[in-house]
Every structure is written in structure tokens, then in C-alpha cells.
């Protein structure tokens, strides 16, 4: 089945510095990028959209010169967070949808497993 | 208010109880509907997509209320490893962007 590798899956870093988080598509090509950010207790919260080749449309509320989006190819999508801060801490997902026609564009969203982000 | 809502639980259930929970959603014209499953704030994983007529997979559920917009999952003969929390998703109807539940925390006890 679809598989989106997701790294790291876990990361501390400290107030003032940037995070990179990858998000692959092993055996598909990606078209659609979802992130998203969960607080603990809470839903997911779509944060942002990209699509291959284009600029990431963000959803209101969220920061785009400090949630930096980068979707290059059909296969990856980066997050950065730019000058991470506490209330950055939190749980991280990417979520693909694949070229149209397959069985993944109805059936559900392919999850990277997620990255849990520590700010101290 | 908030697209979908849910009863964030616990349920707290013997084995090989029946448990069920619903959820409900805002937008009327959403058109696909899901549940979900995450452990340990893990990834989700798509526990089985919900139609009209309702279905079932197994010892799962589900059924859609358009009306009155809801959706709901009945689990039966609860095991332990069905211990989760199970999240309402619906597909909005213009996009492929998903509206997550809270979650509903199921807890499946010996």
C-alpha cells in the first residue's frame, strides 16, 4: 500500500532555532501535501496545503514566514519551523494524496507517522 | 462552533462489550465521511470509510445520517487491543481537505 516516511519522529530543539521536518512519498507521487498540528486532547488541525510546484496555501491563523513550506517534487514536502518557540511544541503530521485515480484519492489519505516537536 | 464535534469519552468497556459513539458534523453539503483510529497520539489510520446506506467491516459499524448530520460507530464484542481513540472525519465538499473530531477515547478493559 501507499507509504509516506516521515522524519524525524521525534526532535528537541532549542527557543530560536528552525526545525526541518521531511515528509516522502515511497511508492506514490504525492500531488497533494497536508500538514498538520495536533495539541495534546486536541484534533488535528490542518495547517497548511501544498501542492507539487505551487506555493502552500495556509489556513487562516497560521504563519507562513514561520511555517515554511517547501514542496519541490512529487515524492517530498518539508515543513520548517522557523524560529521555534514553546508553544511550537507539538505533534506534527503530513498526510498525502496521491495522482488522481487512485484508490487513495477516496478511500482516505495516506499519514507520514508523525513528528513530536519539543521546544525548551 | 466547531465542523466536527464528538464525545471525547472515555468509554470505559468490559471485553466483548458493545460500544458505540457518534459524531456530528456542521457543513451539510460534506461529502465524504470517516473514522479513523490513533493510538498514543500516533498517526491515524483509516479505520473504514462510511456511506450512505451505512456498512460494516467485521465486528465494526458504521452509519450516516444526512439529516440530521451525524455519523456514528458501533464496535461489537470489544477486544482489548481496540483500546483508541477514534476520530470523526469529513471530507469537505469542494476540496479534499479533511475536518477532524477530537477523538473519542475508547478503553477496552479485561
Known amino acids: 500500500g501507499a507509504v509516506v516516511s516521515q522524519h524525524p519522529s521525534r526532535v528537541i530543539c532549542k527557543s530560536g532555532t528552525s526545525v526541518k521536518i521531511e515528509c516522502r512519498s515511497l511508492d506514490f507521487q504525492a500531488t497533494t501535501m497536508f500538514w498538520y498540528r495536533q495539541f495534546p486532547k486536541q484534533s488535528l488541525m490542518l495547517m497548511a496545503t501544498s501542492n507539487e510546484g505551487s506555493k502552500a496555501t495556509y489556513e487562516q491563523g497560521v504563519e507562513k514566514d514561520k511555517f515554511l513550506i517547501n514542496h519541490a517534487s512529487l515524492t517530498l514536502s518539508t515543513l520548517t519551523v522557523t524560529s521555534a518557540h514553546p508553544e511550537d511544541s507539538s505533534f506534527y503530521i503530513c498526510s498525502a494524496r496521491g495522482v488522481s485515480g487512485t484508490v487513495r484519492d477516496f478511500d482516505g489519505y495516506t499519514f507520514g507517522s508523525g513528528t513530536r516537536l519539543t521546544v525548551v | 462552533r466547531k465542523e466536527v464535534e464528538q464525545d471525547p469519552g472515555p468509554f470505559n468497556v468490559p471485553e466483548g462489550a458493545t460500544v458505540a459513539f457518534n459524531c456530528t458534523y456542521s457543513?451539510?453539503?460534506?461529502?465524504?465521511f470517516f473514522w479513523y483510529r490513533q493510538d498514543c497520539r500516533k498517526e491515524p489510520k483509516l479505520l473504514m470509510s462510511?456511506?450512505?446506506s451505512g456498512n460494516e467491516d467485521g465486528r465494526f459499524t458504521a452509519q450516516l445520517n444526512r439529516a440530521s448530520q451525524y455519523i456514528s460507530l458501533l464496535i461489537r464484542d470489544s477486544k482489548l487491543s481496540d483500546s483508541a481513540t477514534y476520530l470523526c472525519v469529513v471530507r469537505r465538499s469542494n476540496d479534499y481537505k479533511l475536518s477532524f473530531g477530537a477523538g473519542t477515547t475508547v478503553t477496552v478493559r479485561a
Open positions: 462510511v456511506y450512505s
Open positions: 457543513n451539510s453539503a460534506s461529502q465524504s
